[in-house]
């Protein structure tokens, strides 16, 4: 269960920089849009979270129903950060808080 909502965290954070990363959701979550290079450092570090979230995967269990597991996990966390984008833009940077402690608290477990 740990290691399911670090892959769930770490994707979540890299759809929510990959949002951040847009010009329409960066006029929507800051009122503006970011600098050329704030916007490719969002999407650099978007697209590095979510290929990063398929180590811990790849660590758990045989390589091919790892990647089945962490496309599914994709799945259920691009439709958690959809959500919040629709509904609660203006609470986007407490749900990257909450994914960022969830991240570290699963981390630790999971590797325990």
């Known amino acids: 269960m740990m290691w399911f909502l670090l892959i769930w965290s770490l994707s979540c954070l890299g759809f929510t920089a990959l949002a951040c ?3 329409k959701h960066q006029k929507q979550f800051f009122g503006a849009e970011l600098t050329s290079f704030q916007t490719r450092s969002a999407s650099w570090a978007g697209w590095s979270l979510l290929l990063f979230s398929l180590i811990p995967c790849l660590l758990k269990d045989h390589w091919s129903t790892a990647i089945s597991y ?3 996990v994709l799945t259920f966390s ?3 950060v959809g959500l ?3 509904y609660l833009a203006t609470r ?3 749900f990257a808080i909450v994914m960022i402690i969830i ?3 699963s981390a630790v477990f999971s590797f325990m």
Do not use: F, Q
Request: aromatic share 12%; hydrophobic share 60%.
């Open 92 to 94: 986007l940077k407490w």
């Open 70 to 72: 962490w496309v599914v």
């Open 21 to 23: 990363s847009m010009s």
């Open 103 to 105: 991240s570290l608290i």
């Open 78 to 80: 691009a439709l958690s």
């Open 84 to 86: 919040v984008t629709s």
